[in-house]
Structure formats: structure tokens, C-alpha cells
């Protein structure tokens, strides 16, 4: 489990193929600081185990899904990520209950800045449109943030803002995405659930089960 703080912003190193899978190093010298092997460290928001360490550097490997579902897919020698080690108890929790089961990509929509903070508006699939509320949580890149707004249709498509403080555009990847990079993003696991449990209350109400039960 992790908080959605970032602790540094590392650098994948290496990156090699192995069929369907990856196997990437990154760089992170706070990420590795008490590492061993089995660790879990989120990458940009993705839960990775560690297989190997160095000084300051550790490896994992990426399965397929993972692959498919963020944006490990484009992962190159000398990209930036974010990087947070797993929670401890007793750690404050200061960002928001964060997995590192990112539920897809998100892109870049649109950018503002304010006096002090920049707005960034990012695409929802209408998947996840439903799991994304105003003043709700979310991980974008393994980054815990508050949704400002949201909108958008079936139409036209769906879509959700955050405004970033300097502190993070500073801290993490963020700062640096433009209109078009995509991010991984993990909705809120409350939300999750209860859309699950409101599956279920669906298929028992329907007229099917209603005379299987009769």
C-alpha cells in the first residue's frame, strides 16, 4: 500500500525485453534507502517488486498486463518517474489510500496556470468516468491529488481536473507533462468497490433472477 506521496523523482536506467514482459532498472537513491528483495516500490504509480538492488538503483520486472494497462508500455533509458516506497505502519497518511493497480492511461487535455498553481485537465474512458468525483481522490502517476473538476459526455468524452501546487509540479513528474503525454491513473478504491457491490445489486434485481428466485 502506499500514501501517493512521492518520495523522489528517479530515472530508468535500463531497460531490456523478455518476450511479453519487460525488466527495467531505475534509478533512486531514497527509493532503494532499507530496500530488499521482494520490496514493493510504486513507479509513476505502478507497484513493482524489486528483484535486484544496487547502490542506488533497483530492478523489477514488468508483466504483460501491467504493460497494457499503464504507460510502463513506453518505458526508455533516461525516463523520468515518480518513485514511493511502500507505507510502514504507524506512517502518516498524508496523500490517500493508493494500490499501485492503476486501472489505465489517462492523457493530457489541457494545461492553465494561475498565480500559483496550474490546472491540468486530463481524458477519463467512460469506464472509469463514473469512479471519478469532484473533491474525490486520485492517483495520477502514483501522485495522490484531489479532483477539482469534472465533465465532459459520451459524446464529446470524458474528463477530470486537478490543480497542482508548486511543491508538486516541483517534486514529481507532473511538472513537467504537456498536452498529449499520457499518465497512469488509480481511481479511488471506495469508489471501486462500491461499483462492484452495485453490479451485484443490479443483477439480482432483474426480472431473470427475480423469477429464478420465485
Not at 502518516?92 to 500559483?116: C, M, N, P
Amino acid at each position: 500500500m502506499f500514501t501517493g506521496i512521492i518520495e523522489e523523482i528517479g530515472e530508468i536506467t535500463r531497460v531490456q525485453q523478455h518476450g511479453d514482459a519487460s525488466r527495467i532498472t531505475v534509478r533512486g537513491p531514497i527509493a532503494v534507502e532499507g530496500a530488499k528483495h521482494g520490496d514493493s516500490i510504486s513507479v509513476s504509480g505502478v507497484c513493482l517488486t524489486v528483484v535486484a538492488l544496487e547502490k542506488d538503483a533497483f530492478t523489477a520486472d514488468v508483466m504483460q498486463e501491467t504493460l497494457a494497462m499503464s504507460t510502463l508500455d513506453q518505458a526508455s533509458v533516461g525516463l523520468y518517474v515518480n518513485l514511493e516506497r511502500a507505507a510502514q505502519l504507524g506512517d502518516r497518511l498524508g496523500g490517500h489510500i493508493v494500490q499501485g493497480h492503476v486501472d489505465g492511461t489517462a492523457t493530457v487535455l489541457s494545461t492553465q496556470d494561475g498565480s500559483a498553481w496550474r490546472v491540468v485537465r486530463l481524458s477519463l474512458t467512460p469506464e472509469l468516468a463514473p469512479l471519478v468525483a469532484r473533491k474525490g481522490s486520485i492517483a495520477v502517476d502514483g501522485t495522490s491529488l484531489t479532483v477539482s473538476a469534472v465533465g465532459g459526455d459520451a459524446a464529446e468524452g470524458y474528463w477530470f481536473e486537478v490543480s497542482l501546487i508548486p511543491e508538486t509540479l516541483a517534486a514529481t513528474t507532473l511538472g513537467q507533462r504537456a498536452v498529449g503525454d499520457r499518465v497512469n491513473i488509480e481511481t479511488d478504491i471506495l469508489a471501486r468497490h462500491v461499483e462492484r457491490m452495485l453490479e451485484f445489486r443490479g443483477a439480482e434485481a432483474t426480472p431473470e433472477n427475480a423469477e429464478t428466485h420465485a
